[in-house]
């Protein structure tokens, strides 16, 4: 079992810049994929960056060049570094986990989630 908390939210102009955090407890979290989704409203939830045990990482195109996924295997911390910030970047940020790889895009089943943390990006 794995829990999963959220930080680092906010609100931020465009071309700013916000690090999440994904604090992660529960044992063995390295056997899992470990990813950030995230969901506007009235939209679907979309995948936006993951990463496997192997440190082998896959983003959204929307994201590529500007977010990066990382994880701190001592602090247990999965991050997401989110540069140049857009207004479509306006979401409910969630870290979720599944175990095994990731595989391609993001179409496990992922079954640990956090409770989100809110990005709102300005013109």
């Known amino acids: 079992q794995l829990q999963l908390v959220e930080s680092g939210g906010g609100s931020v102009q465009a071309g700013e810049s916000l690090r999440l955090s994904c604090e992660v407890s529960?044992?063995?979290?390295?056997?899992?994929?470990m990813a950030w989704f995230r969901q506007a409203p009235g939209k679907e939830r979309e995948g936006v960056a993951a990463v496997d045990r192997n440190d082998g990482s896959t983003y959204a195109d929307s994201v590529k060049g500007r977010f990066t996924i990382s994880l701190d295997n001592a602090k247990k911390i999965l991050y997401l570094q989110m540069n140049s910030l857009k207004p479509e970047d306006t979401a409910m940020y969630y870290c979720?986990?599944?175990?095994?790889?990731?595989?391609?895009?993001?179409?496990?089943?992922?079954?640990?989630w956090g409770q989100g943390t809110q990005v709102t990006v300005s013109s």
């Open positions: 529960g044992y063995p979290y390295r056997l899992y994929c």
């Open positions: 979720a986990a599944v175990s095994g790889y990731c595989g391609t895009g993001f179409l496990r089943q992922y079954n640990f």
